[in-house]
């Protein structure tokens, strides 16, 4: 709420996120688990529904198929109490297929688990989290025309010092 009272912010939004492995096919395989987002960096349903209790999820419309739907995505027993801790639960079922603009093209990022890449993005909803503070914060700008021009680029900037400060 503070950094949405920032000049020149339209909307900010605090989410959570876990990176874990996940039992993917054949393989264990690294997955950022989010919650889905309100307002910023908003999903684009693919197939099936939104999850509607703590045991639903959204899966990576790349990695899987509207067969998986019904199926059930599982944490790895790899993963440590580090990781399962922060999460409701180890088993999740799969109940629609999702895009995300953080993820628009085949690389999915890095991680700290695992071999270091992101496989995919699960997402799942708010209250599957068991953390006390967000863990990303997410916003959009009120003059922002043009994203990945420099004048976008221009209004991150003269922005920053203002975020540090509240971050602070």
């Avoid at 996940?22 to 999903?43: R, T």
């Avoid at 992101?118 to 599957?128: H, P, T, W």
């Amino acid at each position: 709420k503070e950094f949405a009272k920032l000049d020149g912010i339209l909307n900010a939004e605090g989410t959570y996120s876990v990176d874990a492995i996940i039992e993917y096919k054949d393989a264990d395989k690294e997955f950022k688990i989010m919650s889905i987002p309100e307002l910023v960096n908003q999903i684009s349903l693919v197939e099936g529904r939104v999850p509607e209790n703590k045991k639903e999820c959204l899966v990576d419309a790349d990695k899987y198929t509207k067969e998986d739907i019904g199926t059930t995505v599982k944490l790895a027993n790899s993963n440590g109490e580090d990781i399962t801790s922060k999460l409701s639960y180890t088993e999740y079922t799969i109940v629609g297929l999702a895009e995300s603009p953080m993820h628009i093209g085949i690389d999915r990022g890095t991680t700290t688990v695992g071999s270091g890449a992101l496989n995919g993005f699960i997402y799942v909803n708010e209250d599957v989290f068991e953390l006390d503070v967000y863990t990303e914060l997410n916003m959009t700008l009120t003059d922002a025309e043009y994203i990945y021009s420099d004048e976008y680029q221009s209004l991150i900037d003269n922005k920053i010092d203002d975020i540090e400060k509240l971050l602070e």
